[in-house]
């Protein structure tokens, strides 16, 4: 009797020459690239993921390493990415070769157990291209769901990563019941992968990127409060730190505004508006968690600062325009390539493009197409038939 079952066709990741979640080679000190995802959105979210399956595919199509997605919570700033193993998922999906991070996830807003249950689903989905970026998380809103660990946030990271990777690599947790009986359990599915790759978020503190160094994680950071050469300073601690803990040097992955057009008169005219807009929404963030009783520099007069339109468009200016000056690719092909050169001398080996920043879909893919020419430039291997 014949079986009436439809035949399962052979996994995506099977047909990928590299193999699923490997960083393809590159020649020389060639720099990776991979698209960032990080959109303000309005009150629904649909061109967003358009745009995020899209741009996926076509970055996979073209060779790039990888594509990352967010966890962000109650504000339109990356409001469309509230949980990002269900975005690497979708990935998956429509991806062959791409690894597929989650960064930053705010471990201690969840159980690590869940953790590797939901990263364990997409490294399956994906044959085997899981991977996560974890974050301490700093605004106090976003601790409504685990109220009792804002404090102790920064230790929890520490050993939420331990236990992820017991977890990841034994597929057993062990933990209390509600009866308080230690209990023993088996973790499912199991993934792919025998260790799941780890970045640590770090911007502004050095003891961050020794701290990672320390740990055998890779990093991403940016450059919204920090130049190249202050960078290349904290990657040297972090790579004296790897040393000193038997590691190899890891990866540094350095997110980076992008926008690549065949002009740095064009790339402006479509870039600058959006970009002012959405580092308003940035600041607007920014002005409630500080009114929810975050942290800021310059205390009560900052706070007031913080509240008036005019001082919130006069930092979006400013923020537009230290970005043109060498801290994002948003220009020509030639100027990107140049700033990339830049981020690699300072020791970084990746740069995380956002590029969902101009809410125009149409424009962000035509730029891709010139966003690859920068990578090729910067010593990627070239994809034939694409």
Request: glycine share 10%; hydrophobic share 40%.
């Amino acid at each position: 009797m014949t079986d009436p079952s439809p035949s399962l066709p052979a996994h995506p990741a099977a047909a990928a020459p590299d193999g699923p979640g490997t960083v393809p080679e590159r020649p020389g000190d060639g720099l990776g690239f991979g698209l960032f995802f990080f959109a303000a959105v309005g009150d629904a979210a649909t061109e967003a993921y358009r745009l995020l399956l899209a741009s996926a595919a076509r970055a996979d199509e073209l060779g790039f390493d990888f594509v990352s997605t967010p966890e962000r919570h109650f504000h339109r700033f990356g409001g469309a990415f509230p949980n990002p193993a269900v975005t690497s998922a979708a990935l998956a999906a429509v991806t062959r070769r791409v690894q597929l991070r989650a960064g930053s996830v705010v471990t201690p807003l969840h159980h690590p157990a869940r953790v590797v249950e939901d990263f364990a689903v997409v490294d399956g989905i994906s044959g085997g291209r899981a991977a996560i970026c974890v974050g301490s998380g700093w605004n106090v809103n976003d601790f409504v769901l685990a109220p009792d660990a804002y404090e102790t946030r920064r230790e929890r990271v520490v050993a939420d990563i331990a236990a992820i990777r017991r977890a990841w690599a034994s597929g057993r947790w062990t933990g209390p019941t509600p009866r308080g009986e230690e209990a023993e359990l088996e973790l499912f599915p199991r993934p792919v992968q025998r260790e799941l790759p780890i970045w640590t978020t770090a911007s502004r503190s050095e003891e961050t990127f020794r701290e990672a160094g320390r740990l055998g994680t890779n990093v991403l950071t940016h450059l919204e409060n920090q130049d190249l050469d202050a960078l290349a300073d904290k990657i040297g601690v972090y790579r004296d730190a790897r040393a000193r803990a038997g590691f190899d040097p890891g990866r540094v992955t350095v997110m980076m505004h992008t926008y690549v057009a065949g002009t740095d008169e064009r790339a402006r005219e479509v870039a600058v508006p959006w970009l002012k807009r959405y580092l308003l929404t940035a600041i607007d963030l920014e002005a409630r968690a500080v009114g929810a009783g975050g942290s800021m520099s310059g205390g009560r007069r900052g706070r007031d600062f913080m509240t008036r339109q005019e001082a919130r468009d006069r930092l979006a200016e400013l923020g537009v325009n230290r970005y043109l000056d060498g801290t994002s690719l948003i220009g020509s092909v030639d100027h990107c390539a140049a700033v990339a050169a830049r981020v690699r001398e300072a020791g970084a080996d990746e740069i995380a493009c956002l590029v969902d920043f101009v809410g125009d879909a149409d424009a962000v893919l035509e730029g891709l197409e010139h966003l690859n020419t920068v990578r090729e430039r910067s010593g990627a291997k070239v994809r034939a038939g694409v």
